[in-house]
């Protein structure tokens, strides 16, 4: 049987490799928690864009759905040019009391008489927690009776 020699090196992990890993390690575990944090934060803004885009969306079908006929007797124009604002909760999961609201800003502007032709923009503004302001915008343009 032989004997193991002081100055054979040893076959086990030293603290400095063990310390090295466990580092590394760390730093990988950290990476990811923080990438699905972003990605979780990115996900639930665009839940919030989505919910204002689709609010301009409603505001838009309403301005259209209005009756504009100059060829009638008498001419109906429940089109007028106009600004109004609309303020309204976006339609995102909430979990209590955490409402979002958004503010509508209808525009309606006349382009020309000679053929009619309006412009319509409708704005939804909103705010994201600490990230500030938003704003969706939606422009179209409409004649008369369409």
């Known amino acids: 049987m032989q004997l193991l020699r002081t ?6 992990f030293t603290l400095t490799e063990t ?13 990811i928690v923080t990438g ?14 989505y919910a204002a885009q689709s609010q301009a969306l409603r505001g838009l079908e309403q301005v259209r759905a209005a009756k504009w006929d100059p060829q009638a007797f008498p001419p109906i124009d429940q ?33 020309s008489t000679v053929p009619p032709l309006r412009e319509i923009t409708v704005e939804t503004s909103w705010r994201y927690f600490n990230r500030g302001v ?10 008369a009776d369409q």
Request: hydrophobic share 45%; charged share 10%; aromatic share 10%.
């Open 36 to 49: 699905f944090l972003q990605s979780a934060k990115q996900a639930e803004w665009s839940a919030y864009s």
């Open 79 to 111: 089109l007028a040019p106009t600004n109004y604002t609309v303020v309204d909760i976006l339609d995102v999961p909430t979990a209590g009391n955490n409402v979002t609201y958004c503010t509508n800003v209808t525009t309606i502007r006349v382009i």
């Open 134 to 143: 938003f704003t969706n915008v939606i422009r179209t343009y409409r004649t």
């Open 7 to 12: 100055h054979e090196v040893s076959r086990a």
């Open 19 to 31: 310390v090295v890993a466990l580092a590394i390690t760390g730093m990988m575990v950290g990476g």
